[in-house]
């Protein structure tokens, strides 16, 4: 009867164990979809409002100008949602901000005068920037910095707007923990299984040690894996088992400054070399090109390691 009780009681702590895990692990992996789809969406955006901006027959100073301001929004949108969704529900930060208030931002202290004054004063942040970007969109539209359609245009407001729908969809996962009930049964549960253990463990064995490293690797088993759970609810947290946001900031960073690079470039065109029908014979097998392409990525690597 004590084997079966004590069975029974292992049987319930397993399955509540394991609905915990799976829950935390859902969570963590949605909590890392979402960050990744934030700066994705964000970059799409922008890459859209660059490439309509060319061949613009607006003054080039205001292109520049447009162009610019835009990535420094960007820039600045992602870092306070970062830092919303590390906060998440605590909205007093006791004199301590949060990480991503000191992640990288691309020239921030460019925009006007005032600008970020107003930003902290405000309890909406990511909703803030988002409405100035949306604001300097139709700017520029009025502006004639826009060589497309308008309804080509709300491609990229569907974008911006995704990534910001992105993020608050991350936003219940920070603020809507697990049922506090669930987490104290099966704690409950945890501890009067952990003081069954040395009971029903001395007649399964005669040896103390056997009994010893039962009694301790079971119920160390069970702490290890809620505890685990713990870890995976706050995927924002900057932990060593959370989203590196740092990383995701550096690279929309270097995503963006690749855009306004490049926007001066000419378009890649055909050479007078180039065979203008292609078959299977005509596969590159340039060495050189592979070789400065390692190159390129082996420098870039370098780049985005932190500092």
């Given at each position: 009867t004590q084997d079966a009780a004590y069975k029974t009681l292992s049987c319930l702590v397993a399955f509540l164990t394991a609905f915990r895990i799976k829950a935390s692990y859902k969570k963590f992996w949605n909590g890392c979809e979402r960050a990744y789809n934030i700066i994705g969406e964000f970059f799409d955006g922008t890459?859209?409002?660059?490439?309509?901006?060319?061949?613009?027959?607006?003054?080039?100073r205001a292109v520049d100008d447009f162009q610019q301001t835009l990535v420094r929004l960007v820039s600045l949108l992602n870092s306070v949602v970062f830092a919303e969704l590390e906060s998440g529900s605590q909205r007093s930060y006791d004199g301590e901000l949060p990480t991503a208030y000191n992640f990288d931002l691309l020239d921030v202290s460019g925009l006007e005068d005032g600008t970020l004054e107003v930003l902290l004063q405000s309890e909406s942040k990511p909703e803030v920037v988002f409405q100035w970007i949306n604001q300097l969109i139709v700017e520029a539209w009025n502006k004639k910095i826009f060589s497309?359609?308008?309804?080509?245009?709300?491609?990229?407001?569907?974008?911006?707007?995704?990534?910001?729908?992105?993020?608050?969809?991350?936003?219940?996962?920070?603020?809507?923990?697990?049922p506090f009930p669930y987490m104290m049964a099966?704690?409950?549960?945890?501890?009067?299984?952990?003081?069954?253990?040395?009971?029903?463990?001395t007649d399964w064995t005669d040896y103390a040690a056997v009994?010893?490293?039962?009694?301790?690797?079971?119920?160390?088993?069970?702490?290890?894996?809620?505890?685990?759970?713990?870890?995976?609810?706050?995927p924002f947290q900057h932990t060593i088992n959370s989203v590196d946001m740092r990383y995701l900031q550096r690279l929309l960073n270097t995503r963006l400054l690749s855009l306004i690079e490049n926007f001066r470039h000419p378009l890649p065109k055909l050479g007078p070399e180039a065979k203008m029908t292609i078959t299977r014979d005509n596969f590159d097998q340039d060495e050189g090109f592979r070789q400065n392409l390692r190159e390129n990525l082996r420098q870039r690597a370098v780049a985005m390691q932190p500092q």
């Amino acid at each position: 009867t004590q084997d079966a009780a004590y069975k029974t009681l292992s049987c319930l702590v397993a399955f509540l164990t394991a609905f915990r895990i799976k829950a935390s692990y859902k969570k963590f992996w949605n909590g890392c979809e979402r960050a990744y789809n934030i700066i994705g969406e964000f970059f799409d955006g922008t890459a859209d409002l660059i490439a309509f901006s060319r061949m613009s027959k607006a003054d080039p100073r205001a292109v520049d100008d447009f162009q610019q301001t835009l990535v420094r929004l960007v820039s600045l949108l992602n870092s306070v949602v970062f830092a919303e969704l590390e906060s998440g529900s605590q909205r007093s930060y006791d004199g301590e901000l949060p990480t991503a208030y000191n992640f990288d931002l691309l020239d921030v202290s460019g925009l006007e005068d005032g600008t970020l004054e107003v930003l902290l004063q405000s309890e909406s942040k990511p909703e803030v920037v988002f409405q100035w970007i949306n604001q300097l969109i139709v700017e520029a539209w009025n502006k004639k910095i826009f060589s497309i359609d308008p309804p080509i245009l709300t491609r990229a407001f569907a974008d911006l707007a995704a990534g910001m729908q992105e993020f608050h969809e991350a936003q219940k996962i920070t603020e809507v923990p697990f049922p506090f009930p669930y987490m104290m049964a099966l704690q409950l549960c945890i501890c009067v299984h952990w003081g069954l253990t040395p009971i029903v463990s001395t007649d399964w064995t005669d040896y103390a040690a056997v009994s010893f490293a039962w009694c301790f690797l079971l119920p160390f088993s069970l702490w290890f894996f809620v505890g685990l759970a713990m870890e995976l609810d706050c995927p924002f947290q900057h932990t060593i088992n959370s989203v590196d946001m740092r990383y995701l900031q550096r690279l929309l960073n270097t995503r963006l400054l690749s855009l306004i690079e490049n926007f001066r470039h000419p378009l890649p065109k055909l050479g007078p070399e180039a065979k203008m029908t292609i078959t299977r014979d005509n596969f590159d097998q340039d060495e050189g090109f592979r070789q400065n392409l390692r190159e390129n990525l082996r420098q870039r690597a370098v780049a985005m390691q932190p500092q």
